[in-house]
């Protein structure tokens, strides 16, 4: 089939590889220049595992161009990705997915048949402002094409991205037609029918069985995004309100998480507690909901209690590291990860950013290391002194503290030993309960984890 893919960002991109890799012919349109000039080389302009590698290897199926209206009038398909940031309510702003829709519209050809498909993070109802633009603008230029409208919510988590649309858990089309049901039963069919060769460097996870298509009406399928983030958000913010219970009472939230997660109503995943979530995802979803039920009058105590929750976690670390140190005015703490989970180089409402804005203001000298985000993170934090240091050793050197905000594989790595004769007090916040106590105090640190 005939893909064009409206925005180049986290989803369109990763969503564009994979079917180019699945055998559609894929063109994004990207109108940021500075992307579209990456992309053009074949580069990858935001860190996912594979993705530069896969834009390579489909460079015959994959093209990039900032001109919409060269591009959708031969397509089958065509799929809006683009941003919907938040606004000052917490609503996610619609504006760019129609404007998209009505650049997408006017460049089609009329007597054609046409599947449209947002796949944006939208509010509920947003499916029916599309569809009004969609008449709104066939109308006026007197467009006899036949538009079939769908709602096709993603689940990538990043860092997995490619793996999670290669492997997902299901697929979920919420439409009136069932034409675009069809349209994306067959754009999809190689991965609910799991036919294709996997890529060498992402093997088909073992025992994967082939995801179902949930088919849906549009409001319900909106509604199956947000609701999926927020359970998320809670059952994280959950253990985090648990770890700090176990702290007060000589508990191992570790533990406990471990304990309760085998329960098969519960489930393990999700209950790592910690710094808190971050990224472009939970805070502004969970925001956005909380928001769309007041448009009603309506109250979601759960889900605004689990955002409560987290703005605290960074301030339960800084509590520690004041316990530790007898104060941080004038102490220098090195901060070990930047963005807000690992294999990403987001810094988007990154817990670990959050917490350095909030040691710099009580008058700590902040270092910071991260193995890909140095870049983005200097960027959002130019406006405080933070000084960013490549190598995780030399910023411990002469350190009064070291915080664990980001759990990068290459850390576990780290000689803590090492780590902890450099510095001026050796004192580790392990605010991801990342390392081993035990280890981490036969090497000498003074280790202060969440809820152990």
Known sequence: MKV?????????????????????????????????????????????????????????????????????????????AVGTPQKENGEADTYYVEEAAREVVSSFVSGRSYTLVVKSTVPIGSNRRVAYVVEKVLSERGNSAQVYLASNPEFLREGLALRDTLYPDRIVVGAKDSRAVEALRLLYRPILEQTFEPPTFLPRPEGYMPPPLITTDPTSAEMIKYAANAFLAVK?????EIAGLCDKVGADVTEVARGIGLDSR??????????????????????????????????????EAAREVNARQQLLIVEKLQGALKGIRGQVIGVLGLSFKPNTDDIRESPAVKLIRLLVERGAHVRAHDPVAIPKARQALSSMEVDFIENPYKMAEGADALVLA?????????????????MREPVLVDARNFFSPEEARQAGFNYLGVGR
Request: with cysteine; charged share 20%.
């Open 4 to 80: 064009t893919i409206i925005g180049c960002g986290y989803v369109g991109l990763t969503t564009g590889v994979a079917l180019a890799y699945l055998g559609h012919q894929v063109t994004g349109v990207e109108k940021d220049q500075d992307k579209l000039e990456l992309l053009l080389q074949g580069k990858s302009p935001i860190h996912e595992q594979g993705l530069e590698k896969l834009i390579k290897e489909c460079a015959s199926r994959l093209s990039f161009t900032a001109d919409a209206s060269l591009v959708v009038p031969p397509a089958d398909i065509i799929i809006i």
């Open 236 to 240: 994280i913010s959950f253990i985090n």
């Open 266 to 303: 519960i489930g393990s995943r999700f209950l790592s507690a910690g710094l808190g979530w971050g990224g472009s995802c939970f805070p502004k979803d969970t925001a956005a909901l909380v928001a769309m039920a007041s448009e009603f009058n309506y109250s979601l105590p759960i889900v």
């Open 406 to 422: 980001t759990e990068w594989e290459e850390y576990r790595f780290l000689n803590l030993r090492e780590l902890a004769e450099c």
